[in-house]
């Protein structure tokens, strides 16, 4: 079945300075790799997702890169803020009927 | 649009004891799914209903859950009888078109068993 391997599981970071997520995965059938935000005590919410027809999407200041020979996409955050702090997760989908397949989430900590 | 609704936002519970969950999906969507989130991990799936047939309820531990939607619109997710572990939050997600549109998750509730 899809699995998805998430790191690192913490990440902090001075506001202003970057920050890097990548999840690698082993199911070369996935297609859809989106990320999601979730603050506490919200519900996850999507902020970008790539399919596997492209190698890089950008929005603002996030983005998401996909390597699909070494199976592995990264979330990109630039010019982070403190707004930024949350938990993020990558996912897996388009294997099953759209079901999702979640990683173990980074908690991103944005130091003013 | 209308979101995901879910309802009860919080339950406490003693062990053994039963709880049901309700989730709305968002107005036309085809496709709900009940997540488990247990605290610091990402969100299991537990089932996927496509209208109201079942499309994947292989991680739904059938001796205790349950789940229906019975007119293919609002669902309730039940556990019978509840153990410690389950403590988690369980979420409720929708999708218009599962593949090619982004699920849509619902504010969860939160089960605390004790």
């Known amino acids: 079945g899809e699995n998805v391997e998430q790191h690192p599981s913490t990440l902090s970071v001075q506001e202003g300075d970057s920050a890097v997520i990548k999840c690698t995965y082993s199911?070369?059938?996935?297609?859809?790799f989106p990320w999601y935000k979730q603050e506490l005590g919200k519900r996850p919410q999507l902020i970008i997702d790539?399919?596997?027809?492209?190698g890089e999407k950008k929005d603002q200041r996030i983005a998401v890169t996909l390597n699909k020979t070494a199976k592995h996409f990264s979330l990109h955050i630039t010019e982070t803020q403190p707004e930024d702090s949350a938990v993020y997760f990558c996912a897996l989908g388009g294997t099953s009927y759209g079901k999702l397949t979640f990683g173990q989430g980074t908690i991103l900590t944005v130091h003013p | 649009e209308a979101g995901v609704a879910q309802s009860p936002r919080y339950k406490i519970i003693e062990k053994r004891q039963s709880v049901a969950f309700w989730c709305n999906p968002i107005?036309?969507?085809?496709?709900l799914y009940w997540y488990q989130q247990i605290l610091g991990q990402g969100p299991k799936l537990l089932i996927q209903f496509q209208n109201n047939g079942v499309v994947d309820d292989s991680q739904l531990p059938k001796d205790r859950f349950s789940a229906e939607r019975l007119k293919g619109v609002d669902s309730t997710l039940k556990i019978q009888p509840a153990k410690l572990e389950d403590s988690a939050v369980y979420l409720c997600a929708s999708s218009l078109d599962p593949g090619n549109s982004p699920l849509h998750f619902g504010n969860g509730t939160r089960l605390t068993v004790t």
């Open positions: 790539i399919r596997s027809n492209v």
């Open positions: 199911d070369s059938a996935s297609n859809y």
């Open positions: 107005s036309g969507h085809a496709t």
